[in-house]
């Protein structure tokens, strides 16, 4: 039985960190490309950590459904600007897994300092703020992990794609970035249960990792 009062809960608790999550991310694709030279995600107003500039119904939706996997909009990037455009755009794309590593790093941080606390003598009230913040904490090093390996899949469009068409021939890389039914293959991974098989393990790898 669909239990909203549990689902309102749970909504509330990856509002935050989703929302940080798809906000740096794509910023620090737009900062990136604005340092190399592109001015197109500044001048589209994309250089900001207010989400509604970034959020994406559809990848919403997908965050509500899957409690772990959503996307932003995209940030415009023009790669004419790009001195070596094959080069600048792997570095542009990678821009954003690293942001979700960061925020990662940073929650677990938060994360391991509750840990560490004597909740045995801690007062009821601060027990009352700091279980939200330890659930909080918690879910943001999940998604971020989860948004950092997800956008890793070298599938086209994701960031994934760019990073390693950095390190392929000029031609090659063309073709393979031409490439149009990627998010088709990640929509059918979901739908089959696979998307999660694969990039799962390495999530709560990296999860117990940051947590040692």
């Not at 694709?29 to 001048?43: E, F, I, M, R």
């Not at 279980?131 to 899949?153: D, Q, R, Y």
Request: aromatic content about 10%.
């Amino acid at each position: 039985m669909f239990d909203i009062a549990n689902t309102i809960k749970e909504l509330s608790i990856l509002a935050l960190p989703f929302l940080l999550a798809i906000t740096c991310h794509e910023a620090a694709h737009g900062y990136v490309a604005w340092l190399l030279g592109d001015p197109t995600a500044k001048n589209a107003g994309r250089l900001t950590l207010n989400p509604l500039r970034h959020l994406d119904p559809m990848g919403t939706l997908a965050l509500v459904l899957t409690r772990m996997i959503g996307w932003a909009k995209p940030v415009p990037v023009n790669p004419s600007y790009f001195k070596n455009p094959q080069r600048d755009m792997m570095l542009v794309s990678l821009a954003g897994p690293a942001a979700n590593m960061i925020l990662a790093i940073m929650f677990a941080m938060i994360l391991k300092g509750i840990f560490a606390l004597d909740l045995q003598n801690i007062s009821p009230n601060m027990l009352r703020v700091l279980e939200p913040t330890a659930l909080i904490a918690k879910t943001g090093v999940i998604i971020n992990l989860a948004l950092c390996f997800f956008n890793l899949l070298p599938l086209p469009p994701l960031d994934g794609s760019k990073i390693l068409a950095g390190f392929l021939p000029r031609e090659a890389a063309y073709k393979y970035l031409s490439f149009k039914y990627g998010f088709v293959i990640v929509i059918l991974l979901a739908v089959l249960g696979l998307l999660g098989k694969i990039i799962s393990p390495v999530i709560f790898f990296f999860y117990k990792l940051l947590l040692s």
